[in-house]
């Protein structure tokens, strides 16, 4: 069983940046893929950005891309997520999510990640 836990959240000013963190553990945890969606209230979770672990490729949404950047820590399982610049409209829960098999789907999709954290509020102020 992998059990994800984020950090790191909290309330920044616009312009203002955050680092989030999602330590992974587990029996036998192994990991393809991480990622970090977020929700928004009255709103479906969105896909943020992806890093495929072993080749270090990254994905992101097109709202954040130039602002945010993720990155992993082999050693310690844990993934993180550098926010600059952020927008009030960037206010949401954000979950850090794992897939732990390889596929050729999409990183975006909700659907192809199989274990995911509780959540950590971000709410930026204008």
């Known amino acids: 069983q992998v059990h994800l836990v984020e950090s790191g959240g909290g309330l920044v000013q616009a312009g203002g940046s955050l680092r989030l963190s999602c330590a992974a553990s587990?029996?036998?945890?192994?990991?393809?893929?991480m990622g970090w969606f977020r929700q928004a209230p009255g709103k479906e979770r969105e896909f943020v950005a992806a890093?495929?672990?072993?080749?270090?490729?990254?994905y992101y949404s097109d709202s954040v891309k130039g602002r945010f950047t993720i990155s992993r820590d082999n050693a310690k399982t844990t993934v993180y997520l550098q926010m600059n610049s952020l927008k009030p409209e960037d206010t949401a829960v954000y979950y850090c999510?794992?897939?732990?098999?390889?596929?050729?789907?999409?990183?975006?999709?909700?659907?192809?990640?199989?274990?995911w954290g509780q959540g950590t509020q971000v709410t930026v102020s204008s």
């Open positions: 587990g029996r036998t945890f192994s990991r393809y893929a």
């Open positions: 890093i495929v672990w072993n080749t270090n490729i990254v």
């Open positions: 999510a794992a897939r732990s098999t390889y596929f050729t789907g999409s990183y975006s999709l909700v659907k192809e990640y199989d274990a």
